[in-house]
């Protein structure tokens, strides 16, 4: 009878390219630490003959302080100076848009520059203004399901 035990080490080699290939696919860091804690602790001990429990308890004590330390120094050293990208209606705060319908008593219809048409209504500023279709315009506040808009800076053409 064959004895698996002596195979470990290949079994750790399989995980260990594993988890770098889902690291690859999610970029998080998680993995990584998990494949360099299993390659250190799971395969170290292995090479160093410890028996198979010794090995996954190696691994996984040596994952865990990696994913407690390291990976949070990754991820902060990464983010550094980086402004987090906006989203849902935090990205509409300032997007352009055409008039696609007059105004009519301050509301209407504009089609923002991302496709989407829009009810919209004139800022409380600009309540007195009169837009027509093909007007620009520029989201300043998300009310509901309804933008507020204001005209666009009209740039001078030489």
């Given amino acids: 009878m064959v004895d698996l035990t002596q ?3 290949i079994i750790w080699l399989v995980f260990v390219v594993v988890c770098v290939i889902i690291e690859v696919l999610t970029l998080e ?3 990584m630490m998990v494949a360099a804690g299993s390659l250190i602790g799971g395969l170290g ?3 160093l003959g410890a028996e198979w429990w010794v090995q996954i308890l190696a691994a996984a004590v040596i994952s865990g302080l990696l994913l407690f330390t390291i990976r949070p120094l990754l991820l902060k050293t990464l983010d550094r100076g980086v402004e987090p990208a906006r989203t ?3 990205a509409l705060m300032g997007m352009t ?3 696609t319908a007059a105004f009519a008593d301050g509301a209407g219809y504009v089609k923002l520059a991302n496709g989407e048409t829009w009810t919209a209504r004139l800022a409380p500023q600009h309540e007195t203004l009169a837009l027509a279709e093909g007007d620009r315009v520029v ?3 998300i009310d ?3 933008a507020e808009v204001a005209p666009a800076e009209r740039s001078e053409a030489p």
């Fill in 7 to 9: 195979y470990l080490w």
């Fill in 144 to 146: 509901g399901a309804t």
């Fill in 29 to 31: 860091f998680t993995f």
């Fill in 88 to 90: 849902n209606v935090d």
């Fill in 139 to 141: 989201v300043t506040r």
């Fill in 45 to 47: 001990a292995n090479l």
């Fill in 97 to 99: 848009a055409r008039v």
